[in-house]
């Protein structure tokens, strides 16, 4: 349990996470960490069965504490068949079927990857009633202490309540090996904390929305930690990759104390959403939700700026203007990290945006550019505006006739 005492109105903050273990060979702490629970069902994909699955099944069968292992097909999405397909296999039967009993359950899903053989665990793990967690395979997203799951659940992206995870087991060597667009993808999925405040920010003083201050701070730090670690990603630095993984990781943790992702998604995670609802719609395999989000990050800042430039309300603009050094670190570091777009089309992009602001219900930005009947000149104008800034700067290159 992981808990503190607070100022806001829930005076109080836990989480039933008893380990998070960030380190060097950190599984071959496995058996040791997992001590309580002797029925462990191990869920990995065709990939991170690989990189880490392999070598935790035979640490677990060694020690007597595994049950049975199931590796769904690679990519494995976070959708109703991925989930279906765990629970189908989380129990067996026994050695004589009675058809008077019960189906038999693990004592506990050990998820071992990143995004979305975490998010369908955690699904399991909520509806079998029993405890799961996660060896990371890549510090690719901030869903590891989360206690939400946005999962596909027929052509939607639905945010589900789920279990929190009890331990989370970071083996720095593992992860430093990850595929590079999966550490971009972490760094997309932080950079945008800064919005999703700004946004929480303006719903706290428009809606007099539950709002509190230290998760706030909690959330920026971890932010400020990866986005300061990122440009030495590449290198595969241990060290960054440490910052990265502990950011993305209490990220989540606030989520959990939070008790909802309020404090890390907002704007840009509504757009990247979005995108990835629309690809799943189109039946292609969505691009990685840190990627989507990310180019979501732009987006929402050139909103912001926009707004900041126009809007006659003072408060508001004393708001925005707290965070316009962040957006412009934020610009800087994508010159420096060319965090990849994946939307460059004007009709997808604008669809993202006015589809976005009900992707969830949440008062965002997009709220209120609507309410003032603005959102769709918005979403035309700031197309240009980040195509020039971010995209064709970014990737000049590629477009030499680019000025
Ligand atoms: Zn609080
Ligand atoms: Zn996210």
């Known amino acids: 349990m992981i808990e503190f005492d607070c100022t806001c109105v829930q005076k109080h903050h836990s989480i039933p996470t008893e380990v998070i273990e ?66 189908i296999e989380a129990g067996r039967d026994r050695e004589v079927y009675d058809i008077t009993e019960w189906s038999w359950n693990p004592d506990y899903v050990l998820a071992v990857g990143s995004g979305s053989i975490n998010d369908t665990c955690r699904m399991v793990s909520y509806r079998l009633g029993i405890p799961y967690g996660i060896v990371g395979t890549a510090p690719s997203m901030d869903g590891y202490a989360s206690v ?127 995108w990835e609802v629309m690809d799943v719609e189109e039946g292609k395999i969505p691009n990685l939700h840190g990627i989507e989000v990310g180019e979501g990050v732009f987006v929402a800042i050139e909103l912001f700026r926009k707004l900041y430039g126009e809007t006659e309300d003072a408060h508001l603009k004393e708001l925005i203007g707290k965070y316009l050094p962040v957006f412009d670190k934020i610009e800087k570091l994508q010159q420096t990290l060319k965090l990849p777009f994946t939307v460059t089309d004007k009709d997808r992009f604008v669809e993202g945006i006015l589809r976005g602001r009900t992707f969830r219900e949440r008062y965002t930005i997009l709220q209120y550019l609507y309410d003032q009947g603005q959102l769709e000149v918005y979403a035309n104008d700031v197309y240009d505006a980040v195509m020039k800034k971010y995209f064709y700067r970014t990737f000049k290159d590629q477009f030499p006739d680019w000025e």
Request: net charge negative; charged share 20%; with cysteine.
């Open 148 to 274: 939400v799951a946005p999962l596909l659940n027929g052509r939607k992206k639905i945010v589900y309540n789920c279990s929190i995870a009890r331990h989370i087991i970071i083996d720095l060597n593992i992860n430093a090996a990850a595929p590079y667009p999966l550490l971009l993808s972490g760094v997309g999925d932080m950079v945008g904390k800064y919005v999703a405040i700004l946004d929480w920010e303006i719903s706290r003083d428009r809606n007099g929305e539950y709002f509190c201050e230290q998760i706030a701070d909690m959330v920026m730090k971890a932010t400020d930690q990866v986005l300061a670690s990122s440009v030495n990603l590449e290198k595969r630095d241990l060290a960054a990759i440490r910052a990265t993984s502990e950011g993305l990781i209490l990220s989540g943790e606030c989520i959990a104390f939070c008790g909802s992702s309020r404090p890390a998604s907002g704007t840009e995670h509504m757009i990247g959403q979005t």
């Open 22 to 87: 960030v380190s060097d060979h950190a599984i071959l702490k496995v058996p040791e960490i997992l001590k309580d629970y002797h029925r462990i069902f191990l869920v990995a994909d065709e990939n991170t069965y690989e990189v880490a699955g392999r070598q935790v099944e035979a640490l677990l069968k060694e020690s007597g504490q595994l049950s049975h292992s199931l590796v769904l097909e690679a990519p494995a999405l976070p959708d109703a068949d991925s989930i279906g397909k765990v629970l």
